[in-house]
């Protein structure tokens, strides 16, 4: 089945950096279009990044030019390099397997399939 675990959260001073992991499993990780999104308890979901498996990204204009997405197909990760932090960016981050990555858009709400427990980040 598929699973997905991230870790890497924690708390940090504004402007500081954090880099976050998803270890998928259960599913062929390098076929799939791979998503971070973030969402505060009974709150919507906020699209952060995508990446497609040619390696095409797209983010989230809050996060433009200072987060970064990557993978690591050999080893079945997915990543979120978060630079220069702000205390709006305080938020439960979540990766999240996605049906169809977009070259112009982050995805719809219903386009996330699977996504793991989360992990808390904190800008303070």
């Known amino acids: 089945h598929v699973q997905l675990v991230e870790s890497g959260g924690g708390l940090v001073q504004p402007g500081g950096s954090l880099r976050l992991s998803c270890a998928a499993s259960?599913?062929?990780?390098?076929?799939?279009?791979m998503a971070w999104f973030r969402q505060e308890p009974g709150k919507g979901r906020e699209g952060v990044a995508t990446?497609?498996?040619?390696?095409?990204?797209v983010y989230a204009n809050s996060v433009k030019g200072r987060f970064t997405v990557s993978k690591d197909n050999a080893k079945n990760t997915l990543y979120l390099q978060m630079n220069s932090l702000r205390p709006e960016d305080t938020d439960m981050y979540y990766c999240?397997?996605?049906?169809?990555?977009?070259?112009?858009?982050?995805?719809?709400?219903?386009?996330?399939?699977?996504w793991g427990q989360g992990t808390q980040v904190t800008v303070s």
């Open positions: 259960g599913f062929t990780f390098s076929s799939y279009c």
């Open positions: 999240a397997r996605v049906k169809v990555c977009w070259s112009y858009r982050l995805p719809h709400n219903d386009e996330y399939k699977y």
């Open positions: 990446i497609d498996t040619d390696g095409t990204t």
